[in-house]
């Protein structure tokens, strides 16, 4: 079956510093990829999303390339806030209906101002 | 709109016991989705209706676990008898139906099991 990997948290930074969670991917389809985030207190809300290979994603400052050779789909910002703190959520959509997500484990990002 | 709204937020279950959680999806959504949300295994599918009609039911959670849609603006998730190692939260979301992977998560309810 599908399944996402990710950096495994937490993840520990100071604002202003650069972020990288990883994220690689198994599957035998050719998915949609997505970062989703998750504030305290709430659900999860999507960030953004990449339909086709070698296409960049983006939102808030936060971005990631789809790279179907090494099956990664990393997710990076070159500054980070205090505000940016979240869990973050790697995932693909099922090529038949990609409303049917599978996520990875989640990675906890913690900033200190 | 109204978002996503999920009921109760919290529940506290002895251990074989029979508990139900509540969902109410986006007004006009046909897609439902109940994820199971741990620290360790992350979000896992549990459930995907659309348009009412079951179309995964999560094989691994087949067996305590039934998620139902008695029409189509409310789900409810019966975990039948609970065991302490289904504590964690769960997630209701849903969409239009349309092939977005844009979903829209309610906020959860945790349970646990003693």
């Known amino acids: 079956g599908d399944s996402v990997t990710q950096t495994e948290g937490p993840v520990t930074l100071s604002e202003g510093t650069s972020l990288t969670v990883n994220c690689s991917y198994e599957t035998k389809q050719y998915p949609t990829l997505f970062w989703y985030v998750q504030y305290p207190g709430e659900g999860p809300q999507l960030l953004f999303k990449v339909p086709k290979a070698n296409e960049k994603g983006s939102n808030r400052g936060f971005e990631a390339t789809y790279n179907k050779e090494a099956t990664s789909f990393h997710l990076q910002k070159a500054s980070v806030q205090e505000s940016d703190s979240a869990v973050y959520y790697c995932?693909?959509?099922?090529?038949?209906?990609?409303?049917?997500?599978?996520f990875g484990a989640g990675t906890r990002l913690a900033v200190c101002p | 709109d109204a978002g996503v709204t999920q009921t109760p937020r919290h529940e506290v279950a002895e251990k074989g016991q029979t508990i139900i959680l509540k969902c109410e999806p986006v007004?006009?959504?046909?897609?439902l989705f109940w994820y199971r949300q741990t620290k360790i295994q992350g979000l896992e599918l549990l459930s995907y209706?659309?348009?009412?009609?079951?179309?995964?039911d999560g094989g691994a959670f087949k067996d305590r676990f039934k998620a139902e849609m008695l029409n189509s603006s409310f789900s409810t998730l019966k975990i039948q008898p609970t065991e302490p190692k289904d504590s964690a939260v769960y997630l209701c979301a849903s969409n239009w139906g349309v092939n977005t992977g844009q979903l829209y998560f309610g906020e959860g309810s945790k349970l646990t099991v003693l």
């Open positions: 007004s006009g959504h046909n897609d």
């Open positions: 995932a693909l959509g099922d090529t038949g209906s990609f409303n049917k997500l599978t």
């Open positions: 209706f659309r348009s009412k009609s079951l179309m995964e």
